[in-house]
């Protein structure tokens, strides 16, 4: 059974750092692309970042571009999401995924992150 268990959120002040963690078991992790999205308070589940099997890609969305860094450690099977210069905008929580899994609407529990002053 494939899981996903995401963690390392939490309060941050505008300007300030976190790093997301997403722990994976039950699927071949090392073979599967990996994304993070988010969906802020009545919007729409969007796409942050992904990445390759290998970690030799990336791709991020334009509203996190030069902030935010994904990467993974296929020895320890977990993705992570380095966020910094964090926004208000930035307010959501936070799901990682395997794209299969997104496009059939399977989801974790998520992390929630909340930046404020």
């Known amino acids: 059974q494939v899981q996903l268990v995401e963690s390392g959120g939490g309060l941050a002040q505008p300007g300030g750092s976190l790093r997301l963690s997403c722990a994976a078991s039950?699927?071949?992790?090392?073979?599967?692309?990996m994304s993070w999205y988010r969906q802020a308070p009545g919007k729409e589940r969007e796409l942050v970042a992904n990445?390759?099997?290998?970690?030799?890609?990336?791709n991020y969305a334009d509203s996190v571009q030069g902030r935010f860094t994904i990467s993974r450690d296929n020895i320890k099977r977990t993705v992570y999401l380095q966020m910094k210069s964090l926004k208000p905008e930035d307010t959501a929580v936070y799901y990682c995924n395997t794209p299969s899994r997104a496009r059939a609407g399977s989801w974790g529990q998520g992390t929630q992150v909340t930046v404020s002053p």
């Open positions: 990445i390759t099997t290998n970690g030799g890609s990336t």
């Open positions: 039950g699927f071949t992790f090392r073979m599967s692309a």
